[in-house]
């Protein structure tokens, strides 16, 4: 009786560790820690193949979700793309992906897709990293928006996805505007924690008048 309760007991676990590898697990996006093998934190000399793109102009940071007003002049903050354009994730093709870093390390990785393609690479998400936390919104013209995210302790990654082509945003690859259905952003829990550090410092110096 004593071995037959072990055999099952060994067998209940190898079911819930298969369950679990088939569900896909969160802990697989942190042991990545990165987008195609370029890994979080990492400095643009260890980033082979990446070309420098420009700096970044933008007002708005979706993944810092703060106005960059404060650091454009202060802090180091550049965006590259890859020369093969890394055009693919499995068989699913998407837009060439715009690679952020700040003070000279990798923090944030953006791409779009078309509409089929996204709900395939959400699949996909949904199959490697578990199941996402949802966010159901609509937009000033009534449009559905779905926002997926995948949360780790070092990495996260959300999904926008319009469920109307029309009402799409917009990226420019090249100097062509393509109208693009659902947006991937990759960004780093750590560096996201150390930027919002140094915002504070910086307010905290301001108020100070220093």
Not at 53 to 72: A, H, I, P
Not at 121 to 141: A, D, E, F, M, R
Request: glycine share 8%; net charge positive; hydrophobic share 35%.
């Amino acid at each position: 009786m004593k071995h037959l309760n072990t055999l099952l007991f060994l067998l209940l676990g190898l079911v819930v560790s298969y369950h679990s590898i088939a569900q896909g697990s969160i802990t697989a996006l942190d042991a990545k820690n990165g987008f195609k093998g370029y890994i979080f934190g990492s400095t643009i000399d260890n980033c082979k193949g990446l070309v420098f793109d420009g700096f970044v102009m933008t007002k708005y940071d979706e993944s810092f979700n703060e106005k960059l007003d404060w650091y454009l002049e202060k802090m180091e903050l550049k965006t590259y793309g890859a020369k093969n354009k890394h055009s693919t994730i499995g068989d699913l093709k998407i837009y060439p992906p715009i690679y952020y870093f700040f003070n000279k390390r990798l923090r944030r990785v953006d791409f779009s897709v078309e509409t089929y393609e996204g709900k395939e690479l959400i699949q996909l998400y949904k199959s490697l990293y578990g199941k996402p936390k949802v966010v159901n919104t609509k937009t000033w013209l009534d449009t559905d928006i779905v926002i997926y995210t995948w949360q780790g302790n070092k990495v996260s990654i959300n999904v926008t996805f319009c469920s109307n082509p029309y009402q799409g945003s917009t990226v420019i690859s090249g100097s062509k505007p393509i109208t693009a259905w659902c947006k991937v952003v990759y960004f780093s829990l750590p560096m996201l924690a150390e930027m919002k550090g140094i915002k504070s410092q910086y307010n905290k110096s301001r108020a100070n008048g220093l």
